[in-house]
């Protein structure tokens, strides 16, 4: 696949993103580091217009639908905010087995820094059609299920299948699209 595969080309449409977790680590196990995930897409609904589709959060991935003027920009704010929060959240809640794997997981590269929570990337799908933006939303909806968490994708609390089905979600959510 060519490197520009994994591109975001046009900033404007909604792009598919997939946020994995390095080693694929269980972070999200805690309520507190899937708030920060909240935090940082309020902020960036309030202050750049983020335009947040669609979103799922499982215990080591995100998968979320946005867009925004800038959105490889916004891409790294949002994973540079939530990785320095969420580390900080392990760090005064003593869990040292997760901090010794997510220093053991860092690339050497990165050599200013700890700790890595973020593999790089973010897999960007651009969408163009709504059947695309439909089965992209099925896909996000459904991970649980096909995990075995719930049987209906409403049962899963981080998740906006809720804002699809009308009901109140977690965070706001265009469903107008």
Not at 34 to 56: A, N
Not at 88 to 117: I, N, P, V
Request: a neutral charge; charged letters at 25%.
């Amino acid at each position: 696949m060519a490197r520009n595969d994994y591109r975001i080309i046009d900033q404007q449409q909604p792009h598919f993103l997939t946020s994995t977790i390095v080693g694929w680590l269980p972070v999200f196990t805690r309520p507190e580091a899937v708030e920060i995930l909240f935090d940082s897409w309020r902020f960036l609904q309030q202050d750049v217009g983020l335009k947040l589709f669609g979103y799922v959060v499982l215990e080591n991935h995100v998968h979320w639908i946005a867009s925004a003027p800038n959105l490889s920009h916004e891409l790294t704010r949002f994973k540079s905010f939530t990785a320095r929060r969420i580390i900080d959240l392990l760090e005064t809640s003593g869990a040292a087995t997760l901090l010794e794997q997510l220093r053991y997981f860092k690339l050497r590269h990165k050599s200013d820094q700890e700790f890595q929570l973020w593999q790089e990337g973010a897999k960007p799908k651009v969408i163009e059609h709504d059947d695309v933006m439909w089965q992209k939303l099925g896909y996000i909806h459904n991970n649980p299920v096909k995990r075995g968490y719930v049987d209906d994708p409403l049962h899963w609390r981080w998740s906006s299948a809720r804002n699809y089905a009308k009901q109140v979600g977690v965070i706001e959510v265009c469903t107008d699209w």
